[in-house]
């Protein structure tokens, strides 16, 4: 058994490491009446303050009732093992949004789903006062066909980050490089208080990457440009989220989420529409004999094209 594989944490069996960032770990566990669990190991070095561990455990209970959500992974129990500190959750049967998109980049409709699911696991957090701080793709968890999307580290995040600065964050790799284009810039620069629009930007920068299959860097182009046939109007909502100033991105989730379903509604009448028009002018109508295969041509090609353009919008 590798070094870094414990036997057991607390009263659970550890069976296999599912990731690592910096020191903290998480594990797949079985818990004594056999339910498989999912448990993250925090650093040593955050259990040497005992106000912030009797904090750490207060907090983690509260978040027990929130995440009972079904955008949020749910945490079941917390503890600790010598001298550092887990977090006991469901195992969720997925896999991260990160291990996705380093394999494909997700349709629109995919893209979607994971933004709805995304801002429905962020509300209860922000009606609380509650941010996550650090969203990115590698605590986003989806299932296979997308159905089911969980934010993951809520509380555990702002827990870690109130325990060490940025700084020593990032030099003990708890925080990567790569990681840092997904925080608002208030969070990096330390620039006054951080507000639910700080887990907006981070969500803007979540659907830049599934729309174009980039990962984030220094400047974000327009996603209709650098991907073609997408329409312009999804380059307003993404670009809304990643305003550097919070106070011009959407005032909440809850707004983030109405703009994306009014937009998905959006594009999918347009679609229709287009299709239905194709079809009207494929049936012909009381054209002249001798125009009608001419009719017949534009109408068909039309139809193609439309299904085209909806195969690319609402499918993989």
């Not at 700084?167 to 990096?188: H, K």
């Not at 239905?276 to 094209?305: C, D, F, Q, S």
């Amino acid at each position: 058994m590798p070094p870094e594989l414990p036997e057991t944490i607390g009263p659970f069996r550890v069976r296999e490491l599912l990731g690592k960032a910096g020191q903290s770990a998480v594990y797949t566990a079985e818990a004594p009446g056999g339910r498989v669990v999912a448990i993250k190991l925090f650093p040593a070095a955050l259990s040497g303050n005992p106000a912030a561990v009797e904090r750490f455990h207060r907090e983690m209970r509260n978040l027990m009732a929130i995440t009972r959500h079904p955008n949020l992974v749910q945490i079941l129990d917390t503890g600790q093992e010598g001298e550092r500190l887990y977090v006991v959750m469901e195992r969720v049967e997925g896999t991260s949004l990160d291990r996705v998109l380093k394999q494909e980049r997700p349709s629109l409709s995919e893209a979607f789903t994971v933004m709805r699911g995304i801002c429905r696991g962020l509300i209860p957090g922000h009606q609380r006062g509650l941010i996550h701080r650090s969203l990115t793709p590698r605590n986003v968890l989806v299932s296979p066909d997308f159905s089911t999307v969980k934010v993951s580290d809520l509380g555990a995040t702002a827990f870690e980050t109130a325990a060490q600065s940025l700084t020593a964050t990032l030099s003990t790799g708890e925080i990567r490089l790569g990681a840092l284009y997904y925080l608002a810039p208030e969070i990096v620069e330390g620039s006054g208080s951080v507000g639910p629009q700080a887990d907006l930007y981070s969500a803007g920068v979540i659907f830049h990457e599934m729309l174009t299959g980039r990962a984030p860097g220094p400047k974000f182009g327009l996603p209709s440009q650098l991907l073609p046939g997408l329409s312009p109007e999804v380059d307003v909502v993404a670009l809304r989220c990643l305003a550097r100033k919070p106070e011009e991105r959407y005032a909440s989730a809850t707004d983030l989420l109405a703009a994306l379903e009014r937009l998905e509604e959006t594009l999918r009448l347009r679609t229709l529409t287009e299709i239905r028009e194709a079809g009207r002018l494929l049936g012909g109508g009381k054209a002249e004999t001798g125009k009608r295969p001419v009719l017949l041509y534009v109408g068909l090609a039309l139809v193609v094209l439309a299904l085209v353009v909806a195969g690319f919008l609402l499918a993989r």
